[in-house]
C-alpha cells in the first residue's frame, strides 16, 4: 500500500476549495459555483481512488493510517485512518456534496436578499465536506470531538444565512441542541482522558488504545450516558429529536440534504464506533432502554409523518423513523443488525437527498410552499419529476430491488436473531412507512392539477437537464447497490465485526435467540 | 540594636522598577512638557517602559529566587504572570491610544475635573485638549498588578492590591462621552473595592495573630506544623481570599462589574479586564497554593461554591442583557466561574489550567473590547445591541473578528477558549470534583445561547436605520486586535508550545 496521505488530502482539498471560493469576486457567482463543483469532483474522484486500494479482508483495524502528534502534553494526536464504515461514510459525503452543489444551483441566486452570498454558501459546503469527512476519518478521539463540534459552525450559518423565514430560529435551536449534546460529550470525553490517565499513567484519546482500556463498569455507565447523549441528539432519535424538523424545514434541500443526510449519520457512526467498542459493558447495560427509544422513535416519527401537512417536516419525521432502524440495528449486537444499520445510513443518506432534492425542486416552482395541499395532479404536466418524487419516496420505504431494501432487512433480521417481538414491532413500522410515503405521493402528484399550481405566473413544469443530472446517480446508485450489495456489505461487514467482538454478547445463535424472545 | 537591610536582587525584580520610573517620570512630564508634546512623550514612555520590562522579563526567564527578605518572589508563575500581563497591556495601552476612532478625540474626557455638561467641559472639549493624565495611572496600575503576582507576604500584597485598584478607580471614571455612567461606575468600584480590600487587610490580621508571620513560606510552616486547625485561620483565609476574589469578579463580589464594564471607557475595559484578571488569579493561586497549600480542604469547598454560583448566576443573567458591554460584564463572571474550578483542583493540572485560562481569556478580551469601541453612531459608541443589527453585512472582517472572540468564549474547538475549558474539567476530573464539570457543562450551554445571540444580532438580522457604523481604527486598535485574533486561534489550534511554556513555569518558589 502506498504511504500517500489519501485521507488527508481528502480532507484538506474541500478546505482550500473554500478559501478559493471564499476569494473569488463577488460578482461571479456563477465563477465561484463551477469551482466549488470542480472541487467536489476532485474530492469524489479521490474517494473512489482511494475506495478502490482498500484492502476489504485486511486484518487490520484502520487502514490508511497517519499519525502526528498534535497536543502531546494532553495525549492528542492528528489520527486518521478508516475501516469499512468509515469509508462508506467519506463515499457517501463524497458522492452527495457533488449533488448537492448541482441540485442548489440556482437556489442561492434567488436568495441574496436575505443576505448571504452566492460563494458564500458553496464555500460553506466544502468547508462542511471537509469536516465530514473528518469526522468519519479521525481515529483520535479528540480529533473526532473537534470535527463533531467544530461541523456545528458551518451548518448553522448555511441554515441562519440561507434558509426560510424562521431561520434564525432554527438556526440557534439546531446549534443549543447540538452543543447541549457536545458539552456534554466533552465532560464525559474528559472523564475517559483521566481515566486512562489513570490506568496508563499518561492520558490519551487514541481510540485503538482507549478499546483495550478496562473500565469498570460503574464507570462505563456514566461516560457512555455522556457520549449517547450527543450522539442520541445528533442522530437524532426520540426525545431528542425536535431539532431537527425545524432545520429541515426552513433549510434549503441542499442544506437539509446534508444535514439529514450525512451529518446525522455522525450520530449512529458514533453509536458504533465509539460507545459499543468502548463502553461495552455499559452498550450492554443500556441497550433495552435505547431500543426502546428506537422503538419508540420508529412509531413517533412515523406517526407524525401520517398526519403532516408540510412536505420538509414529514420527510424529517420520517428520517426520525429511520434513525429509529438505524440505532436498532446497532444496539440488538448482531452481525447481520451492524452491518444493516451501515448499510441503512448508505441508503437512508441516498433516499433522503433523493426526497429532499426531488421536493426541493417541486417547491421552487410554486414559490417556496412545502404545504401538501399546495400540489396536486402534478404527473400531469410534469411527468419526469413526479417519477422521481415516486422513486424517491419508494426508496424511502425500502422497495425490495433498492439499496433501502438492503439495509431495512438486515436490520429486522439482526433484531429478530435477537429479540423476536421487537423485530416483529419494527416490521410494523415499515407498513406505516408505506403509507405516509404513498399518500403524500398521491395527494402531491396524482388526481386532478391543482388549480393553483397554473395561476398567477406559477407553472408546473418538468424537470430540466440540471437537476435530472443530480438525481440520476442517486437513482443509479441506489439500484445497483440495491440488486448487488455485495461490495457494500463485504466492506462493512468486517468492520462490524471486529466491534462486535468488544461487546462480549457478539453473535447470538439461533439457539439463544428463542430465549432472547422470553425476556 | 543592629538592623541589616535585606539583600534585593535587583535584576530579578528589575521588570518592576522599570515600569515604577517610567511612572514617576510620566508624572513629571504631566507637570512640566508643554501641552502639545506630553501625549507624545508619554506614548514614548509607556510602551518604551512596557517593552523594556518585557525584555526582562524574558532575560529573568530562568529567575527563581525569593528576594527583598522574602517578601517577593520571582519564579516560574510570576514571570509568567508578569510576561502576559505586560504584553496585554501593551495591546490595552494600543486600544487607550487610538485617536481615529472618535471625530473628536481619544476615549477620555478632555477635563475629567470639569462638570459633565458644564461651560468649563465644553471649551476644554472644543479646544480639543487631550488629556494625558491617564498614562501615569495606567503605568501605576500595571506597576501594582506585576507587584500582586510577586508578592509572597501579605503586607506587599495588599500594598499591590492597592496600587492597582486606586488607578483603575480613577481611570474608570474617565469616559468622554456619557460621562455620568462612568463616574457613577468609578464610585460604585472604589466603594465596593475599598470594602473589599477593608476585608483583606482583616483577614491580614487575623492570620498574623494565628502564625505570628506575614510571609507566605512561614505561614506554610506553622499550618503544617501545627496539628489542629484553628478558627481563626480559617475565617482569615476566608476574609484574604474576599481581595482577589473581588478583583477576579467573582460572585458574590460582582456586583461592580457589569457596572464598570459599561460606564468605563471602553479602552479602559479592555486593559483591566485582561490584566487585573490574570494579576487576581496569579495572586490567588499564590496565595492559596502557597501559604495555605496545606489547608486545602478548607478552602476548596468555599472556591467550588463561588465557583458554581459564579457560573451560573453569570450566565443567567448575561441572557436578559441588552447592552454588549453589560453582557461582556456579565460573560466575564461566568469565565471567572471556569477558571475558578480549575483552581479548586489545587493541583498542577489546576495552576497549568487556570493559567492558561485567564492568559488566553486576556487575550480574547481585549480583541472583544477593540471592537466594541469601533462599533459607534453618532453619539459615540453604540453599545445597544439593536445597533448591532445586520453588522456582520456591513462590516464582515470586523463581524467575523467578533465572531472569533465570542465562539471562543463560548468554547468552541480550535479556539483558545475551547483548550482552556477543556483544561480546566480536566483538573476538575482528577481532583474529583466531577459534579464541578457538569455544572460547568449546563452553564457553558447557557452562555452559548448569549453568545451565539450576538452572532445572531450581527449576521442573520437585517440592517435597519439604527445599525451602527464601524469605524476606521488606526494602527493602535488593528494591532491589536489582529494580534487577539491570531493567539485566539493559535492557542486554540497548535497550544502545544504555549503548554510547554506553562510546564516549565509550573513551580511557585516557597
Known sequence: MSAFPWLTTLGVLPLLGSIVVALLPSSKPL?????????????????????????????????FVESYPWIPALGISYSVGVDGIGLVLVALAATLVPVTILAGWRDIEEDQEAGGSVKGYFALILVLEALMIGVFVATDVFLFYVFFEVMLVPIYFMIGKYGGPQRSYAAVK?????LLGGLFMLAAMVGLYVVSARQLGTGTFDFLTLVNLDIDPNTQKMLFLGFFFAFAIKAPLWPFHTWLPDAAAQGKPGTSVLLIGVLDKVGTFGMIRYLLPIFPAASDFYAPVVIGMALIGIFYGAYIALNAQDMKRLFAYSSMSHFGFITLGIFVFTSSGGTGSVVYMVAHGLSTAALFLTAGFLMSRRRESALISDYGGVNKTAPVLAGFFLFAALSS?????????????????GAFERYIWVGALATLGIVITAAYMLRVYQKTMTGPLNPSLDAGGIKMTDLKGREITALVPIAALSIVLGFYPAPLLNVINPAVERTLQFVSVAEVDSSLSSEGSEQ | MNFTPPSIDYFAISPMIVIFAAAVVSVLVEAFAPRSTRRFLQLLLVFGALITSLVLIILNASTRTLTAGGSVAIDGPALLFQGSIVILAILGVGLMAERSIDPVGDAFASRVSALPGSEEERQFTQRGYLQTE????????????????????????????????????????????RRLISQEAALKYFLLGVFASAFFLYGAALVYGYSGSINFSEIAQTISSKPSESIILLIGIGMLMVGPLFKIGAVPFHQWVPDVYQGAPTPVVGFMAATVKIAAFGALLRLLYVAFGGVRWDWEPIIWIVASASMILGSILALVQTDIKRLLGYSWIAQAGFILVGLAAASPAGLQSTKFYVISYGFATVGTFAVVSMVRDSNGEATNLAAWAGLGRKSPIVAAALSIFLLGLAGIPLTSGFVSKFLVFVAAVEAGAAWLVIIGVVASLIAAFFYVRVIVIMFFSKPTEQTAVVAVPSAFTTVALAASVAVTVILGVMPQPVLDLLTNADVFIR
Not at chain 1, 32 to 55: D, E, R
Not at chain 1, 397 to 413: Q, R
Not at chain 2, 162 to 168: A, D, F, T
Request: aromatic letters at 12%; zero cysteines.
Open chain 1, 31 to 63: 465563477l465561484a459555483k463551477q469551482v466549488a463543483l470542480a472541487v467536489s469532483f476532485v474530492v469524489l474522484g479521490g474517494t473512489i481512488a482511494m475506495a478502490l486500494q482498500f484492502n476489504g479482508s485486511s486484518t487490520e483495524p484502520f487502514q
Open chain 1, 174 to 178: 439546531f446549534l443549543l441542541f447540538s
Open chain 1, 397 to 413: 420505504l425500502a422497495l425490495p430491488g433498492l439499496v433501502s431494501f438492503v439495509g431495512e432487512f438486515l436490520v429486522l433480521l
Open chain 2, 134 to 177: 491617564v498614562w501615569p495611572l495606567t503605568l501605576f496600575a500595571v506597576l501594582g498588578m506585576l507587584l500582586f503576582v510577586s508578592a509572597n507576604d501579605l503586607l506587599l500584597m495588599f500594598v499591590a492590591l492597592e496600587v492597582i485598584s486606586l488607578p483603575l478607580y480613577l481611570m474608570t471614571g474617565m469616559a468622554r462621552r
